[in-house]
């Protein structure tokens, strides 16, 4: 499977910043995807994020507060804006691979004050 | 409506002994069904997965699951646990109306105590 790599791993931001987190694949892949994980609870997709296309946002997230980049098959960007202390997460890419099976980088442990 | 179930919050095993992490779903057509793994500050590392063939799958760390699908479940299972198995546990089934979506369990965090 590939590797994927995220930056930062964790980070501490002041209210009302913005912190960009960068996923980085080892191969091309065509789905990537962005994940939060708040404390204490399961995954839930913010959008999917295909090369060449608009993200794909789900119910609840915008891309005004979530704007993703995609600027080639092994690299994602997913920044988010106009922080508050809500936003303190986990935060995932993940890739679709083959057999339907989707691989996850290591995450990055936000947290805002 | 689809749906992931996993009705333990928490699992607590004596070392050495049989593990079950329990997952129920429901899902229109044939699931899609996936095992992931979370240790302590990690990411989610995929154990195992049933898409179609033998109702007993095999995944990494000695980790298996078994489908049923007359009780809708898919079970992960473990002969013997490690100390080192202690981690957070999430069942996942692909949203039949989707070609990538996955619908997620709550988790179960799984306790071995030596």
């Known amino acids: 499977s590939a590797v994927i790599s995220q930056k930062p791993s964790r980070d501490i931001c002041q209210r009302g910043t913005s912190l960009t987190i960068q996923c980085q694949v080892d191969?091309?892949?065509?789905?990537m995807f962005w994940y939060r994980q708040q404390p204490g609870q399961s995954l839930t997709l913010i959008a999917t994020?295909?090369?060449?296309?608009?993200?794909?946002?789900e119910s609840g997230f915008v891309i005004d507060k979530f704007p993703i980049s995609r600027p080639n098959l092994t690299f994602s960007t997913l920044t988010v804006s106009n922080m508050s202390p809500e936003d303190s997460s986990i935060y995932l890419c993940?890739?679709?691979?083959?057999?339907?099976?989707?691989?996850f980088g290591p995450g990055t442990r936000l947290l805002v004050l | 409506a689809q749906s992931v179930a996993q009705p333990e919050d928490q699992v607590n095993v004596a070392e050495g002994n049989p593990l079950t992490v329990k997952c129920t779903y429901s899902?229109?057509?044939?699931?899609?069904l996936f095992w992931y793994v979370q240790y302590p500050n990690r990411g989610l590392q995929f154990l195992l997965k049933?898409?179609?063939?033998d109702n007993l799958v095999k995944g990494s760390y000695g980790f298996e699951a078994e489908f049923n699908k007359s009780q809708t479940s898919f079970h992960l299972k473990k002969p013997s646990a490690l100390v080192s198995d202690s981690a957070l546990y999430f069942c996942?089934?692909?949203?039949?109306?989707?070609?990538?979506?996955?619908?997620w369990g709550a988790g179960t965090k799984l306790i071995i105590k030596p």
């Open positions: 993940s890739l679709k691979g083959g057999g339907e099976t989707q691989y």
């Open positions: 191969s091309q892949v065509t789905m």
């Open positions: 994020a295909n090369q060449g296309s608009e993200a794909t946002y």
């Open positions: 899902v229109s057509g044939n699931p899609y």
């Open positions: 049933y898409i179609t063939g």
């Open positions: 996942a089934v692909r949203d039949a109306d989707s070609n990538y979506q996955l619908i």
